[in-house]
């Protein structure tokens, strides 16, 4: 269960995607629940053979009318319970072993009454990064029981998950009492060439908000642009923090170099990544990275801030990792345009370090950890299949689910 899926576009989507693909490759049968945003995509659609039923739903609370959304507050009033109903009916309907919240956000209200009264259903929560980090900030710390209900979830969970050490120890900072953490790194398909077709365009990708990092990338790349005029430019993305973005660039006058696409496809993204130089990550935070194995797959050397679990895979590759600063940016981009066969070569040995998260390794690691929680159920064992690899249901929850081909 996603906090949103295909054909919206996003890291977590991305990776949820991959998972829930790939299991079903495996013999598994799957659902996916998640949120109906934007409210034009249909309630329900199969994607690549997975149902995805789509739920808009609202649990009204003191923070809509704080924020001035009457309308969100009225509509959940109205809707919710019905909703929740519909949402628990239809788990049930689908009956999976596993379920396996990924992004947990708006599927906590849904679950929690079901999780209480149910030992039938495995629980899996899978931590990306904002969803933990959100926890931290002293805007939320002020509303006291902001974390409660997601609090009650990690400890109903028979497995949690994050996608580096980082986002663990995050996440156990947060929640000390977090049982059974297991790291599994996000993987992505191994490409076997770089693109031929090189332009002199920076390329970076991710949501316009502030932990993103591109006003930092913008002020590294006016640095160096009155001595690289033939340079530009790309950023991938849309989001809250556009207007700043590009007003920034107009102060520094380089708004005729720097294009900002708005929102792309995965297909047009990793387009435009193959057409880059270099892809440049200037994040202050970041839970993973998967802009940087998806740069890596395409043979691209990369530039990082130094943050989160960006070191986990960028560390000992040759990939740049510096300060979320501009100065520090900018004198990483200008050794990068300077020497383009040093660039090359890193993006040329990036198509083996990536080979390291590898979508086998993602999913066979994913796979093991829900046979592990079937079998031991945190108050009893569960019965003894004679073919356990032949009826095993997943539910994942981006929200998203899953069983395995076959049942009945």
Request: some cysteine; aromatic content about 8%; overall charge positive.
């Amino acid at each position: 269960m996603p906090s949103s899926y295909p054909p919206v576009f996003g890291g977590v989507e991305t990776v949820v995607h991959t998972l829930a693909t790939g299991l079903r490759l495996r013999g598994h049968e799957m659902l996916v629940v998640t949120q109906r945003y934007p409210r034009s995509l249909p309630a329900k659609q199969v994607i690549d053979g997975i149902p995805v039923h789509r739920i808009l739903a609202f649990r009204p609370d003191a923070a809509m009318l704080r924020n001035s959304r009457f309308d969100l507050f009225l509509y959940g009033v109205l809707t919710w319970h019905w909703k929740k109903r519909a949402f628990l009916s239809m788990l049930r309907a689908f009956n999976p072993d596993v379920i396996n919240i990924h992004f947990p956000d708006w599927q906590i209200h849904l679950l929690r009454s079901m999780l209480n009264g149910t030992k039938k259903t495995c629980l899996v929560t899978s931590i990306h990064g904002h969803d933990i980090e959100r926890y931290h900030s002293e805007h939320t710390k002020s509303q006291g029981n902001a974390g409660e209900g997601l609090a009650a979830v990690l400890q109903f969970s028979e497995a949690v998950v994050t996608c580096s050490e980082y986002m663990k120890g995050r996440t156990l900072h947060a929640f000390p009492e977090c049982p059974r953490i297991h790291v599994i790194p996000n993987g992505v398909e191994a490409a076997t060439a770089r693109s031929a077709n090189e332009e002199n365009i920076i390329v970076a990708s991710g949501r316009f908000v502030q932990n993103k990092g591109f006003d930092i990338l913008l002020h590294a790349f006016a640095v160096i642009a009155d001595k690289f005029k033939d340079w530009s430019l790309r950023i991938v993305g849309d989001g809250e923090r556009r207007n700043i973005l590009e007003k920034i660039a107009a102060a520094h006058c380089i708004s005729d170099r720097v294009d900002f696409t708005g929102k792309m496809s995965r297909e047009q993204t990793l387009a435009i990544v193959r057409s880059a130089a270099f892809v440049v990550i200037p994040s202050r935070k970041e839970g993973f990275g998967v802009v940087a194995l998806e740069a890596m797959r395409e043979g691209k050397a990369v530039i990082a801030s130094n943050v989160g679990g960006l070191p986990e895979i960028l560390a000992n590759t040759g990939n740049a990792l510096v300060p979320p600063d501009s100065d520090a940016l900018a004198k990483a981009m200008m050794e990068y345009i300077l020497f383009p066969e040093k660039r090359m070569r890193i993006g040329n040995e990036n198509l083996l370090h990536v080979k390291r998260f590898s979508v086998q390794r993602f999913l066979d690691s994913y796979e093991a950890l829900y046979s592990s929680v079937l079998k031991t159920d945190r108050n009893e064992a569960l019965p003894e299949k004679k073919n356990p690899k032949s009826d095993t249901r997943f539910a994942l929850n981006q929200h998203s689910g899953s069983r395995r081909a076959g049942e009945q």
